[in-house]
């Protein structure tokens, strides 16, 4: 299986640099979301594309990315969808791009996305559910917890026995759901929107599985 990266840095709080730079150092694609360009910079990261509105970019470092030939889309302020949206709308398109060259796995991995305001945490949690993003598999990597958003589909969890884990139904009702490796297993079972019975499980195993046919299904791990 043949496999591609893309990673999106967002405007949000960025503390462990070192997991940053970590994650992205194998990216086949960076993004930056309008301020997340200031992010790349101080990690000495060279960014494929810088979409927004450019209010929180200083002229100085979108001079320093046009002289290292930095793709840039500037959008108007006063516009429909966050800088976030936009930097999700391309990687859909990276995806299909990827895809139609048949690579097999498209991850999606987003930094500084979690623990600034709460609106735009938000924003950047449900953002991923739109139609347009469903099938993308993305992790949203905060300073103390792993977020990830699973599309219908059987997906593995890496983790640290011990560590808490959480599911949620976030677009719909999840259908025939397994949870496979974990201390609290469940076998084809209907999680209902709302409901909180997959709240604090905890992994078992280095590797545990998740199943399910329907839904959007949201993953909090503590890192």
Request: glycine content about 8%.
């Amino acid at each position: 299986m043949t496999e591609k990266k893309i990673v999106i840095f967002a405007n949000g709080k960025l503390k462990n640099r070192a997991r940053a730079l970590r994650i992205a150092s194998d990216a086949d694609f960076i993004i930056c979301a309008d301020g997340g360009s200031v992010h790349c910079d101080n990690l000495g990261i060279i960014p494929d594309l810088l979409v927004g509105d450019l209010d929180s970019t200083p002229k100085k470092l979108r001079k320093k990315f046009e002289m290292q030939h930095v793709k840039i889309d500037q959008h108007p302020t006063h516009k429909d969808n966050t800088d976030l949206e936009l930097a999700l709308h391309y990687a859909v398109k990276m995806r299909e791009k990827y895809k139609s060259n048949r690579h097999d796995k498209v991850s999606v991995h987003l930094l500084g996305g979690l623990g600034g305001r709460l609106d735009m945490t938000l924003a950047t949690i449900l953002i991923p559910t739109a139609w347009g993003h469903r099938n993308l598999d993305i992790s949203i990597h905060g300073d103390h917890n792993l977020v990830r958003l699973f599309p219908p589909g059987s997906h593995t969890v890496y983790g640290i026995p011990g560590a808490r884990v959480s599911f949620l139904p976030i677009s719909g009702d999840v259908k025939d759901l397994s949870l496979i490796g974990f201390e609290y297993s469940v076998d084809h079972i209907n999680l209902r929107l709302g409901s909180s019975r997959c709240v604090s499980n905890c992994i078992e195993k280095d590797s545990c599985l998740v199943c399910f046919t329907e839904g959007t299904l949201l993953m909090v791990m503590d890192n």
